[in-house]
């Protein structure tokens, strides 16, 4: 009876040792699955295929825009997790069309530029004119004076750039003296050029409505981004007339036509197309908590883009790493311990606009946020990690960043407590609410000169290799978030804070709800 007894509590001793066990190999089992999945079946490529070639830009108001929300809703869906379009607001509604930009005089070139958005279209038809530049005045009389000869012409506002060759290619192969001379030359044009505005009394943002005012049938601009071929697009200042960004290779060849007397002429013709006023959304996706419901753990990525390219690093690769993740932690981890939410943000591009509404519209997932992760800069694997000026945040993301294999965060660095976002990404939304919004700061690949807005933001700019690693990194501190015991304190370090860009000290940035009605005036 004793040596029964005794093998019992044996036996019993085993099993729980055994269960003890398994709970941790099920806690390694969720991380090392993922992972194993992500690098052998990773549906990074095809779902970038499909939102970026398939669908294309995501221009707040656009019918593209729509039809990328439906398709994530689709998607989620596909993979039993609950997802809707949630509306916050309105905005002007602008499709755009077939473009033709030719120059047929003084000889025949078809020109490379894009219309920018929410430019006016020329209505079916091809509009011709001469081109001219703006001239240098001595002041808004001469310049009012000037104003009537705009009529019936296209006119050219923006700096004509010396070199379309990047400065590290300067770098590379020019002589030294060479190279100042030409930063120099450039650094007084730009100079010229802001006081030519200046002296109109106008601003870059003013002037084409005044240009339009007085006849000009045309703006022609161009906003360089310091790289090989690419160029900034963002939107339209004009009502009445198209404006078109010409590269800097064309632009500069019209501009020195122009300016040598040449009277060049351009044939313009876009096919844009207002669409009256459009609902705005975001798509949010739920995977509901089992022990912690009314905590949340948010994935966050803004899913609008300009749209001189087809946005695909901004911010197509951090919605592409929060879809992902959501599929990885719903098939391995269905049932976590906190909600987990995924939101796809609209309208981050013209002010953080929809995170700021979810914010404003969910103060239930604001006070019980364990943290929100955002990523918004582009392919390069995640790099940076700062605390956003939480008193905790050292203590939580450490903990949690110590599930991550070495292997895929050994180029990663974090500085605690750090300062609050005051802007620039979504994470903001939250941080300003004072809730842990986190950005994953990600590796440039020249991501601010080649793709941050321009019209070389496309598929094949993705380091997918890289996508891969913030994918697990993102859905792994996603988990460990989750699991965690302790609930993430929103505790914030006492300002003022210096601008890390500025050196200005500045508060905690305020809250603000987002434009519910945008392009509307």
Known sequence: MLYLKLRQKKWLLIAGFSFIGSGIFAQKSVIDQMIQEEYKDSQLPLLGHELLDGIGSRLVGSPQMKKAHDWAVAKYASWDISAKNEQW???????RGISHIDMTAPWVRSLEGTQLAWSPSTKGKTIHGEVIILPHFKDSIEFKAWLPKVKGKMVMISYSQPTGRPDYNWEKFSLTPSFEKMKAERKAGQEEWTERIKASGFTAKTLPSILEKSGAIAILTNLWSQGFGVDKIFGANTKLIPTVDLSLEDYGLVYRLASSGNAPSLNIKTDSKET?????????ATIKGSEKPN?????????DSWD?????????????VMMEAMRLLKKYYPHPKRTIIVGHWGSEEEGLNGSRSFVKDHPEVVEGLQVALNQDNGTGRIVNIGGQGFVQSEKFLTKWLAAVPDTIKDTLHTSFPGTPSGGGSDNASFVAAGAP????GSLSWDYFSYTWHTNRDTYDKIVFDDVKRNVLITAILAYEASEDSEKFTHEKIAGPFKNGRNGKEESWPEAKDGIRKGGLD
Do not use: C, K, M
């Not at 607001?89 to 499709?95: A, D, F, P």
């Not at 009256?276 to 949010?284: D, E, K, L, S, V």
């Not at 001189?308 to 592409?320: I, M, Q, R």
């Open 89 to 95: 607001g309105v905005w002007r509604g602008w499709e």
């Open 295 to 303: 905590e949340y753990v948010v994935l966050s990525a803004h899913f």
């Open 276 to 284: 009256g006023i459009q609902p705005t959304f975001n798509t949010i």
């Open 308 to 320: 001189g390219a087809t946005g695909a690093t901004d911010n197509g690769t951090g919605t592409l």
């Open 437 to 440: 919004g986190i950005s994953l």
